[in-house]
């Protein structure tokens, strides 16, 4: 196995995984302390790495890092750099080509560094300054959306890692990493990494839109016509809307159902082909919200290609003002 600045890293992963009592391996510095960066901090903590130093910006950031990563040192770039074997970029897609520019720059920087970035739609040719540098450039990205809590870094050993390394070295560290996490590593090629991305996005932050609809058009049905319906109740001591509530189950149903039968899952009245239930759908979200309906219209046109239903019914939805 070819090494890189001296360091076997096959071998000495390879240990790491197979050892749960092995010590610290990598110095970690984790650019920045947000939900991604802090979540993946205390998960590389737990499996054993030294996460010594963090750069957060900001006073909620800095809270995080005292709360959550009590053992890492606030401080700047360059002494990060300086300071890490391991280099985690979380930062916004935005500035992810300017940090990688600042760490490649930096005069503390040493070949062999290992630098991975958790953005979906980017692979290893952002951090491209890095790689001239010599250091060992990899993209992982966590597949899991994160609210900020300590429950984000108990989700990331039940979810899938989105990896691309720019050679073998590089992807054996990723995948090593990753599953020393207790994740699941995927690797994504470099040229499919928007797509990934795309994919992702359509079916996670799309459905909160989804939701946001469904739910805004219970609440209209649950008030009535005047208006004046409860719209919460008591559960287990706390309060969630009724629509939340009447809709949770289905939703959770329908949506364990299309990841285990895939389309043949479809039920309801585009699956039936009923045509004059689905225009007195678009009518009634129509009066709620236009773009209600129109997000219903177009999504009910891909169920209805997806799931060969009659052409009528596709012309309608087509067709429907």
Do not use: K
Request: hydrophobic content about 45%; charged content about 15%; aromatic content about 2%.
């Amino acid at each position: 196995m070819r090494t890189a600045c001296g360091r076997d890293w096959n071998i000495e992963l390879e240990a790491a995984v197979n050892s749960p009592t092995a010590p610290a391996r990598l110095r970690v510095g984790i650019v920045s302390a947000g939900r991604v960066g802090t979540a993946l901090g205390e998960a590389l903590a737990a499996a054993g790495h030294h996460v010594n130093s963090v750069v957060a910006n900001s006073p909620q950031s800095a809270a995080r890092v005292h709360d959550r990563l009590p053992s890492a040192e606030i401080c700047d770039l360059n002494s990060l750099v300086a300071a890490s074997d391991l280099i985690v970029v979380a930062v916004p897609d935005t500035v992810l080509a300017d940090v990688a520019s600042q760490i490649a720059a930096a005069d503390a920087f040493r070949p062999g560094t290992i630098v991975t970035h958790t953005a979906g739609a980017h692979g290893v040719d952002v951090l491209g300054p890095i790689a001239r540098r010599g250091g060992i450039v990899l993209a992982t990205h966590p597949a899991m959306t994160f609210v900020g809590t300590r429950d984000d870094t108990a989700r990331l050993s039940a979810s899938c890692f989105g990896v691309t390394a720019a050679d073998e070295i590089g992807d054996a560290i990723a995948m090593a990493l990753v599953l020393e996490l207790g994740a699941t590593p995927i690797r994504i090629a470099e040229t499919s990494r928007t797509l990934y991305h795309a994919a992702l996005a359509h079916g996670a932050n799309n459905l909160n839109a989804l939701i946001t609809d469904a739910v805004t058009a219970l609440q209209a049905a649950i008030a009535g016509p005047g208006g004046h319906a409860a719209r919460t109740a008591t559960v287990d001591g706390g309060s969630i809307g009724l629509a939340e509530q009447l809709l949770a189950p289905l939703v959770t149903a329908s949506l364990e159902n299309v990841l285990s039968q895939g389309r043949s899952a479809l039920t309801g009245p585009v699956a039936r082909g009923d045509i004059d239930t689905v225009a007195r759908h678009l009518d009634e979200l129509s009066d709620v919200h236009e773009g209600i309906a129109h997000g219903y219209r177009v999504l009910a046109g891909r169920a209805a290609a997806q799931h060969d239903s009659p052409q009528a019914l596709r012309e309608m939805l087509e067709a429907h003002p």
